[in-house]
């Protein structure tokens, strides 16, 4: 990976064991190209400003523990810190809020040692029994946590040993938990917020971060303050202490022109959701395009298999032989982008490259379609006894790429007798209709640097959103996730992504690349090792 090189924290006690040589050995071995991780500074920060950015959607909520779009995860990442942080390069675990962490023998328990003085927005102290409250709390989220709930599957529950020291039990060995414990779905959130119910939580949240929340209205603006007196953050930014920006606005601009057209007109300071037609306007005034590859599952289509159609497995095969990858990147999405080559992105740990498996061969669809008895019928479209091969395929409004991406898809599914019907939806409904099933096809990704996000995704014993029956592949998911021996962990990471291949479960399209269009005045814009911004080393050279 291309990552620029913030230094290595000093090594402090226990915190190098099981789990740490796991995360390293994996993302080692599974790292691909990135791009660069934030904007280069030609000189001093210049403390104060306020740094306007616009999105093109809002999850309604902003409660870190229970978002996962990325627009959303810009302004809330910035609320919580996390009990550790990963380094983008080396996929290291390093401290943030803990300072040492130990695994036992079978990884099945951790045992944390948290930072002194460390305070939120509040007033309230940072200790083991907040972060108790906080792992409690995650397993009672509705839907909206399923990320959270992910990195805490099998909790047995929190054990306080001391005021900054606690130990986190498992049913089973859990070598994914301590990468989990650097996103920002396990930040902490002060007790007053814990106690809320989901729904609150969703309007206001107060966490240890160097941004406060000023004021959220749902689906226009997000604005956070900086917070005073900070001094915790993590050893992989720049400096220590309080945030240069004294303000952050994230506005909700749905509409790609809008937000190129206000970045370059200096309305705004940064944009996301850049589509390829904004790259050239973009560059050409003279904007820093930030980028870096998104580690977890690429985009791509996945099917409700409860669906007796999109359960055929020769019509998944089909789909997925009729997507000319490389037209899609170069008609839709930016230079920054390539095609999936396997069901991980390639900067994913333990990621398979299966490129050939992921061919575009219009012939070969078509003989998948012919003998499972499907026939062209008059306008081109196959038949079967009658019924027409069309299915919906069912997308979310927030990214620019998602709808001429997935209609170019339409017209190659087409050409081999495959109608797709697609069907918008807002983002905030994302997590209603994968809960209720009310979907055939989806199209959509989820990051994370981590390769347990298959077992998060495609595990029946989790929320099985696309209704997987139980099989070999339950087996092979639970037993990576309690593999301590890297080499092991990563023969079943592999396994697993060959079935799912191999069986057309999930269809991969496009990698993701988080692709931001920075004015030149802004510094300091980074990514973590999940492609997230973090801004607290961001400043502007003017205001």
């Known amino acids: 990976m291309s990552i620029v090189d913030h230094g290595r924290p000093p090594s402090r006690g226990p915190f190098r064991l099981v789990g740490v040589a796991l995360v390293v050995a994996l993302a080692l071995a599974g790292c691909g190209s990135g791009g660069s991780t934030g904007a280069a500074p030609t000189g001093p920060a210049r403390p104060g400003g306020t740094l306007r950015v616009a999105v093109s959607s809002d999850q309604g909520c902003v409660d870190p523990q229970q978002v996962g779009s990325n627009d959303s995860i810009y302004s809330a990442r910035q609320l919580v810190d996390s009990l550790t942080d990963q380094d983008p390069g080396t996929g290291r675990i390093t401290p943030w809020l803990a300072t040492a962490w130990e695994p036992n023998q079978d990884a099945s328990a951790y045992t944390f040692t948290l930072r002194e003085g460390v305070t939120f927005g509040d007033g309230t102290p940072l200790t083991a029994e907040v972060v108790r409250q906080n792992f409690d709390r995650i397993p009672e989220l509705g839907a909206r946590a399923t990320l959270a709930k992910g990195y805490l599957a099998g909790y047995r529950g929190t054990t306080v040993e001391g005021p900054t020291r606690f130990t986190v039990r498992f049913a089973a060995p859990n070598v994914q938990f301590l990468q989990g414990t650097s996103t920002h779905s396990l930040g902490i959130l002060a007790p007053a917020t814990v106690s809320r119910s989901d729904d609150e939580r969703c309007q206001r949240v107060v966490g240890t971060g160097p941004f406060v929340l000023g004021d959220y209205v749902k689906n226009l603006s997000i604005t956070l303050t900086r917070r005073a007196g900070y001094r915790w953050g993590s050893p992989l930014w720049a400096h220590q202490g309080e945030a240069y920006l004294e303000r952050l606005e994230f506005r909700i601009v749905p509409e790609s022109g809008v937000r190129t057209g206000s970045l370059v007109s200096g309305e705004v300071d940064a944009i996301g959701s850049i589509g ?265 050279a003017e205001d």
């Open 276 to 540: 390829q037609q904004d790259e050239q306007p973009l560059t050409t005034a003279g904007v820093q395009l930030l980028d870096r590859a998104n580690p977890g599952i690429p985009f791509g289509i996945s099917f409700n298999l409860a669906r007796p159609l999109v359960s055929e497995p020769a019509v998944r095969a089909a789909l997925s032989l009729s997507v000319d990858r490389p037209e899609l990147v170069s008609a839709v999405f930016t230079s920054k982008t390539r095609p999936a080559t396997g069901v991980l992105s390639s900067t994913t740990p333990a990621y398979a490259d299966a490129g050939a498996a992921l061919r575009f061969d219009p012939d070969q669809a078509g003989a998948t379609l012919d003998a499972a008895g499907w026939r062209p019928g008059p306008d081109g479209i196959r038949v079967r006894d009658g019924r027409r091969l069309g299915f919906a395929l069912t997308f979310f409004s927030n990214a620019a790429t998602n709808k001429p991406a997935l209609e170019l898809i339409q017209q190659q599914a087409r050409r081999v007798g495959i109608e797709l019907r697609l069907v918008e939806r807002p983002i905030a409904e994302n997590t209603q209709v994968q809960q209720g099933g009310d979907f055939e096809a989806i199209w959509g990704n989820i990051t994370r640097a981590d390769p347990d996000i298959l077992r998060g995704w495609y595990w029946t014993g989790g929320a099985n959103y696309y209704r997987f029956p139980p099989g070999e592949l339950d087996g092979v998911l639970t037993a990576q996730a309690g593999a301590a021996d890297p080499a092991r962990r990563a023969e079943l990471v592999a396994a697993a992504q060959r079935r799912l291949l191999r069986e057309h479960s999930v269809v991969p399209v496009v990698e993701l690349s988080t692709v931001l269009g920075v004015a030149p005045g802004v510094r300091g814009v980074r990514f973590d090792a999940s492609s997230r911004i973090t801004l607290s080393d961001a400043s502007k």
